[in-house]
Antibody, heavy 119, light 107 residues
């Protein structure tokens, strides 16, 4: 069974940093690209970042470019999102998701981890 | 970035009805469109990929169509479990933008 378990969320002050993790199991993690998608409270879905299976290709949404860094450790079957210079508008549930064919759409999603940016 | 616009934002229907949700792209995305269902407090769930491909395990009452800039998600014979929010997503080019969502409510 495919499982994605996101962790690392919490309350953080504006300007501070936070690192999210996503632990994968039930599939060959190293063969799949991955995405982070977020959802602000009561709002819609916003794609945040993409990383290819080998980490050779990485994309970011303009809203996080230069502040967030996506990475992965295939040996540990883990995906990460380093979030720096956090802003109030980064408050959201952050989902990690498996990319079906390294194309941008997601066939499995984690349960999400809530990041709250507030002073 | 490609903008995705869904309509309507809210849709009221009854069990047994057939409903259609529309998603329009600001430029052609060929057939690179997915549809997701999301229930409150839960992660999204993939329904349709490549505009009309039914994800494994998804009931056949869900269907997708369209290409270029206009797409539809049709749900036939609505079931109680179908009342949720639906999102389209383009993956023609990054950023992989989502529509703003359509909330399907019980009439």
């Amino acid at each position: 069974e495919v499982q994605l378990v996101a962790s690392g969320g919490g309350l953080v002050q504006p300007g501070k940093s936070l690192r999210l993790s996503c632990a994968a199991s039930g599939f060959t993690f190293s063969s799949y690209a991955m995405n982070w998608v977020r959802q602000a409270p009561g709002k819609g879905l916003e794609w945040v970042s993409y990383i290819s299976s080998s980490s050779s290709t990485i994309y970011y949404a303009d809203s996080v470019k230069g502040r967030f860094t996506i990475s992965r450790d295939n040996a540990k079957r883990s995906l990460y999102l380093q979030m720096n210079s956090l802003r109030d508008e980064d408050t959201a549930v952050y989902y990690c998701a498996r990319d079906r064919q390294s194309s941008g759409y997601n066939d499995y999603w984690g349960q999400g981890t809530l990041v709250t940016v507030s002073s | 970035d490609i903008q995705m616009t869904q309509s309507p934002s809210t849709l009221s229907a009854s069990v047994g009805d057939t409903v259609t949700i529309t998603c329009r792209a600001s430029q052609s995305i060929s057939s690179w469109l997915a549809w997701y269902q999301q229930k409150p407090g839960k992660a999204p769930y993939l329904l349709i990929y490549k505009a009309s491909g039914l994800e494994s395990g998804v009931p056949s009452r869900f269907s997708g169509s369209g290409s270029g800039t206009e797409f539809t998600l049709t749900i036939s014979s609505l079931q109680p479990d179908d009342f949720a929010t639906y999102y389209c997503q383009q993956y023609n080019s990054y950023s992989y933008t989502f529509g703003q969502g359509t909330k399907l409510e019980i009439k």
